[in-house]
């Protein structure tokens, strides 16, 4: 019996977080025995470890938007926008199943965000 498309998104958003699941836990780990090394050594590499801090966060962020679609999943409000209510295009849900908004409202609040950004780094 083939999965309906709900069941196979959720299997694609399970195998998603838990390889992003492995990548934090090697990040952390990777992290952790760079903090070890530059302890005993006293010459910390600050751009590497910035930049993996960065990538630790983004895929925070990630792990956290794959989370919210399996919740949405469970309440049955999979595929609708979590801002204006409106279905999700199905082909925005098949490049990117963790996807919670509508192409317009992603596109809306990456705006709002980018706008705040300019004033905070303006002051």
Do not use: F
């Amino acid at each position: 019996m083939r999965p309906t498309k709900i069941e196979a998104e959720r299997e694609k958003l399970v195998a998603e977080r838990a390889a992003i699941l492995d990548d934090i836990e090697h990040l952390k780990e990777w992290l952790q025995g760079e903090v070890d090394v530059d302890a005993d050594e006293g010459d910390p590499d600050l751009a590497e470890r910035e930049k993996n801090l960065a990538l630790l966060m983004v895929m925070e962020r990630k792990l956290e938007s794959v989370n919210s679609a399996l919740r949405a999943m469970d309440k049955g409000s999979y595929g609708i926008c979590e801002r204006c209510g409106n279905p999700i295009d199905p082909a925005r849900l098949e490049v990117r199943p963790d996807a919670t908004l509508c192409l317009d409202c992603q596109r809306e609040v990456e705006r709002i965000a980018k706008k705040a950004a300019l004033r905070y780094m303006e002051e």
